[in-house]
């Protein structure tokens, strides 16, 4: 049977989307993983690295403020923003992402709707007590004058470890999130795969619970991914020209 994307839509009434780097690509940020992206150019910092070093805390930090020159100047763009007025009209139920650079908030949804695998750059947490840190905390540690990235920052309550609140690589996935994206992929109707290869795992795994418990799948994507084949319909576009095609 030939699906569209708008009749899938209009028949749906509980989606979930699940969104990579390529919906934010459109929004000026670099993919990290693809050809001349961030990890090709420079060795990712694996997180056992980060707690036990200093040296590796320091250089973590000095590339977060570097990476967040694009990130910081980044706004939603048609692809976030379609999703969101489905989300307005109670068609989606919850946003799941491996993007960290906060655009889903920004273009409007409930932050309890928003299931973020890979964490949020916008801000740091103790690795010990989880209290929150606010990046100008950071950065103005780390450049005042007696320090200059020479020492890195500690909590103030407990000592710990501050660190961005992203999920780097060797640190264990979220588990609370993790469970939460697995049940919304058991429940809903629609599964729709926005920018991702599908090449992350357990990540990865969350179109098949939704196909297997009789979801349809939507892949949108520029290039071909391994999950296409129980695809109900794949899309190789760019995604703000498809997602702007759906009638409201």
């Known amino acids: 049977m030939n699906y569209s994307l708008n009749e899938l839509i209009q028949s749906s009434n509980n989606i979930v989307f699940f969104t990579g780097a390529g919906i934010s690509t459109e929004s000026g940020i670099p993919d990290f993983r693809s050809p001349g992206g961030i990890w090709t150019r420079m060795k990712p ?17 000095r590339r977060k403020f570097e990476i967040d020159k694009d990130i910081n100047i980044a706004k939603p763009n048609i692809g976030h923003k379609v999703i969101a007025k489905l989300f307005k009209l109670h068609k989606v139920s919850y946003v799941i992402t491996q993007n960290i650079d906060n655009l889903h908030h920004d273009s409007g949804i409930q932050s309890n709707k928003i299931i973020e695998l890979h964490g949020n750059s916008t801000f740091a947490k103790c690795l010990n007590c989880n209290k929150r840190y606010e990046l100008k905390y950071v950065k103005r540690f780390l450049e005042k004058n007696n320090n200059n990235y020479t020492v890195a920052p500690k909590c103030s309550d407990c000592n710990g470890i501050i660190k961005s609140a992203t999920i780097s690589f060797g640190q264990p996935m979220p588990e609370k999130e993790m469970r939460v994206a697995e049940k ?6 629609l599964f729709i795969v926005i920018g991702s290869s599908l090449k992350v795992y357990p990540a990865a795994n969350l179109p098949i619970i939704a196909r297997k418990n009789g979801s349809k799948l939507i892949i949108i994507n520029r290039e071909n991914t391994e999950l296409d084949s129980i695809a109900h319909l794949v899309i190789n576009d760019e995604i703000g020209k498809t997602l702007s095609n759906i009638k409201f």
């Open 45 to 61: 910092i694996m997180f056992q690295d980060f707690i036990s070093s200093e040296k590796w805390q320091l250089e973590s930090w």
């Open 184 to 189: 919304a992929a058991l429940e809903c109707d």
